[in-house]
């Protein structure tokens, strides 16, 4: 650099503009309006649908089992509680494919006497000459087998509608857990009253 020469300056920087002033939202527009009312009609339309959904499906579900414990109490209570039942043996003469015949008798009676011709119902295979437990239904000539058996036995209908009730709860309630308990007891008293009978 030559001598007597002042250094060059560095330039300055320019300054920065102002900030632009922020601008507002603009206002929704009447149409704007309506369409975000509609919406939100919609969504509570849908979210009613889906809650009324699920009452009935659980209302549907709470009836089939009360079913299923209606049609089997009757057997059921009778296989297990004494109550006013005459009870006593059968012995197996006749089987088919819907009941078996045989002779009726009383718990307490002596050896051949008061002995009857009587029915039990029941759709598994049975050999003539097997005794079974069973109580007489009042006025008639049919009996059911007493015991766990018989008690199992009775309760096919509620284990029917448990099986039921399973698939409903999984499917309508999305409740996974509860079907699959629902499931599992159902299961496991069926092949406890086939294992039993």
């Avoid at 603009?26 to 699920?54: I, M, N, Y």
């Avoid at 006497?113 to 239904?137: C, F, I, K, N, Y």
């Avoid at 015991?147 to 009775?154: T, V």
């Amino acid at each position: 650099m030559p001598s007597g020469s002042s250094p060059t300056s560095a330039p300055t920087a320019a300054p920065e503009p102002p900030p632009a002033p922020s601008q507002p939202p603009p206002a929704p527009t009447p149409a704007g309006r309506r369409h975000g009312r509609a919406r939100r009609a919609g969504q509570r339309a849908f979210g009613v649908l889906l809650l009324a959904r699920f009452a009935l499906t659980a209302v549907f579900t709470v009836v089939l089992v009360v079913s299923g414990v209606w049609a089997a109490w009757d057997d059921a209570s009778r296989a297990l509680a004494p109550g006013d039942d005459e009870r006593g043996t059968i012995t197996l003469h006749a089987c088919d494919d819907e009941a078996c015949t045989g002779t009726f008798a009383p718990r307490g009676a002596p050896p051949g006497e008061d002995r009857r011709e009587v029915t039990m119902p029941q759709p598994l295979g049975r050999e003539p000459g097997e005794r079974l437990s069973v109580a007489l239904r009042p006025g008639t000539a049919e009996v059911v087998r007493t015991g766990a058996a018989g008690a199992l036995y009775a309760a096919l209908p509620l284990t029917g509608a448990l099986l039921l009730a399973s698939v409903i709860v999984a499917g309508g309630l999305r409740l996974y857990r509860v079907a699959a308990v629902t499931a599992g007891v159902a299961v496991t008293a069926l092949l406890a009253t086939f294992v039993l009978w």
